[in-house]
């Protein structure tokens, strides 16, 4: 059984943690895509989470998305157990999720894209556009992202837009929990530096947001802590602080880590 | 924490302002916009062709002459304006010749039984959405691509309505029945206004309307759509209902105006209502809408028709008019498109790095 080393690890929080998961499998067919995974995570923390391909990442990313429910083991978002779960209760139970691949619509124009799902409506079916405009626009500003207009396609913009706007949908929901999927995969050095900036700012407002990436230098530059899966189980827990790259790397590749696989 | 940003207190003031994020901004130049529009291309289309009938035959001019193409271009556009929303939504609806023809037959054998007209138009329209609501259940449930499922549908149905009318016709229909069909508002057939009341509800339904925005969605990117908390099975069964309703409700609305159901009904249809919906700008690809179009589309079709016969033309060559339509339909589609992306992709980079 693992034991995580909490010697290093200083709980970023005296608060309840708002999201854990406690032993928990998925399996596909005969593969075992997570295994015996646990986590908590904190309101105002960043907790990145690391690994190689086929480590679990998208699986985990899935789960607490919505996607996928749990075979085994426990969802609990502030402090209440999840049984089923979609990607509209996952919303609505508190976790805002910016996907990898987006889930942008890039027919439609920024604005309908922001609300999508969420639309507001006025009197009983009908979308309220003027509102949506506006209150695009709004979010738009406030986290700095420049779009030519709401009314805009979303194929009309650029990797870094289009990752401005998922963001900008996520944010404006207001949930305690934000997970973003590779957020700077797509982007130039400027535009990550940008998403950085937006990470701190939610932290700075106490939300938790948990990072998924591949990206090392933005994982130690804007996380708290960082949690490296291996082969769909936790090969370590550090303090990003205290934490040493090559350390992270090598177990990232398996070559350490406090989860010794046998065979 | 690592140091070498220096930490913003707040996002605005450690960003470069950024004052135009217009709500009010058009998304194309609007002359642009109308030019590349499928309607207006549709609407002139439309009018060069009746303008060189005029210079050929007066018969172009007649008001009968006219009540008749748009009462006949009425049928295809109550169904076109639903297939549209099955083809904006990702799907594909090929039985609405078939259940057609189903709800003629219902509404018939209904009001043939002496059941009042709202009776017997009611139960053919709930036939159709039934054979919608088995459309949507297979093609969200068993994943198998809607043109199969329907093509599936399409043979059954038919076959069922043959089955059970031994092949004959219903008739006679009582006059109460057959009263919208066959009679006039203004000189206008009732008919008329039925396809327009019902084209403006799917008009209304898909632009103004959340759930026209998530029927957008859903065919754009039905991931996307589902990520986003969408609920896309519930989504895309209904628009196989809806779209079912509408050619069942057509279907009964031809036996009322014939004062007779016949099993034969709707024989091809299916290919007339896609054609309508395509020509009309809906794409193929799923998202873009055009509802206007679809009907502007039926009306085209129904002008050749009726326009090929007054001008002496064989008219065994009108389908070859509406195969070069559909495919110079298809090809603005492309062009519009591809237009759309670039000039707004240069907008794009513009505001990026003002």
């Known amino acids: ?263 | 924490m690592i140091v070498g940003m220096p930490e913003p207190t707040t996002i605005e003031s450690s960003l470069p302002t950024h004052s135009k994020i217009a709500a009010g901004e058009t998304r194309l130049p609007a002359l642009r916009r109308i030019a590349l529009s499928p309607s207006l291309a549709l609407a002139l289309t439309i009018g060069i062709f009746v303008l060189y009938g005029l210079t050929q035959t007066s018969s172009f001019a007649s008001g009968a002459v006219w009540i008749n193409i748009v009462r006949d271009a009425s049928f295809t556009a109550i169904i076109a304006s639903f297939e549209a929303i099955v083809i904006i939504g990702g799907g594909l609806d090929l039985s609405v010749g078939s259940v057609f023809a189903a709800g003629a037959m219902v509404s018939a054998a209904l009001a043939n039984q002496g059941l009042s007209p709202l009776i017997a138009f009611a139960g053919g329209t709930m036939a159709g959405a039934g054979v919608g609501l088995v459309n949507g259940l297979i093609v969200n449930y068993f994943s198998i691509p809607a043109i199969i499922v329907t093509l599936g549908t399409m043979f059954g149905v038919s076959s069922l309505v043959v089955h059970f009318s031994q092949g004959q016709p219903i008739a006679p229909l009582p006059s109460s029945f057959s009263y919208i069909g066959q009679n006039d508002l203004f000189g206008v057939p009732y008919i008329i206004y039925v396809a327009v009341v019902i084209a403006v509800i799917a008009y209304l339904l898909l632009h103004a309307t959340t759930l026209g925005w998530n029927i957008r969605a859903l065919g754009a990117n039905r991931e996307a759509a589902r990520s986003s908390g969408i609920r896309v099975r519930a989504l895309s069964i209904s628009l196989y209902v809806y779209c079912g309703a509408a050619a069942a409700f057509a279907g009964a609305l031809e036996a009322a105006r014939l004062g007779a159901g016949s099993p034969d009904f709707g024989t091809g249809l299916e290919l007339t209502v896609i054609a309508a919906a395509i020509i009309g700008g809906t794409s193929i690809y799923g998202g873009l809408r055009t509802i206007p179009g679809a009907a502007l589309g039926s009306l085209l079709l129904s002008v050749l028709a009726t326009g090929l016969i007054l001008l002496n033309i064989d008219p065994t060559l009108q389908d070859l008019a509406t195969g070069i339509v559909l495919i110079l339909a298809a090809g603005l589609d492309q062009v519009r498109r591809r237009q759309m992306f670039r000039t707004s992709a240069r907008r794009a980079r513009a505001a990026e790095n003002p």
Not at chain 1, 20 to 35: C, P
Request: aromatic share 4%; with cysteine; net charge positive.
């Open chain 1, 1 to 263: 059984m693992l034991a995580s080393s909490e010697i290093d690890i200083k709980v970023p929080s005296s608060l309840p943690p708002v999201l854990e998961v406690t032993n928990g499998w998925k399996s596909f067919g005969h593969v075992d895509a997570l295994r015996d995974v646990s986590l908590s995570a904190y309101p105002g923390e960043t907790l990145a989470i690391l690994g190689d391909n086929g480590a679990g990442k998208s699986t985990l990313v899935k789960v607490l998305a919505g996607v996928h429910n749990l075979d085994a083991g426990e969802l609990r978002i502030n402090g209440r157990t999840v049984d089923r779960t979609s990607p509209l209760l996952a919303r609505r139970q508190g976790i805002s999720t910016v996907f990898q691949d987006l889930a942008v619509i890039e027919t439609l124009d920024i604005a309908a894209n922001m609300f999508l799902g969420q639309q507001i409506r006025r009197g009983w079916i009908f979308a309220n556009r003027r509102r949506m405009f506006t209150e695009a626009a709004e979010s738009l500003a406030a986290l700095g992202v420049r779009v030519p207009s709401v009314r805009a396609q979303l194929g009309e913009l650029s990797g870094g837009q289009r990752q401005g706007v998922a963001i900008a949908r996520a944010v404006r929901e207001d949930n305690p929990i934000v997970l973003m999927d590779e957020p700077t995969a797509a982007l130039g050095v400027r535009e990550t530096a940008h998403v950085g900036k937006i990470i701190r700012e939610l932290k700075r407002r106490g939300k938790c947001v948990i990072l998924v990436s591949h990206d090392l230098e933005f994982v130690f530059e804007f996380s708290d802590r960082l949690l490296v899966l291996r082969l769909g189980r936790v090969q370590g827990l550090r303090s990003t602080g205290s934490a040493n790259q090559q350390e992270v790397v090598a177990m990232i590749t398996g070559l350490a880590g406090d989860y010794e696989a046998k065979g």
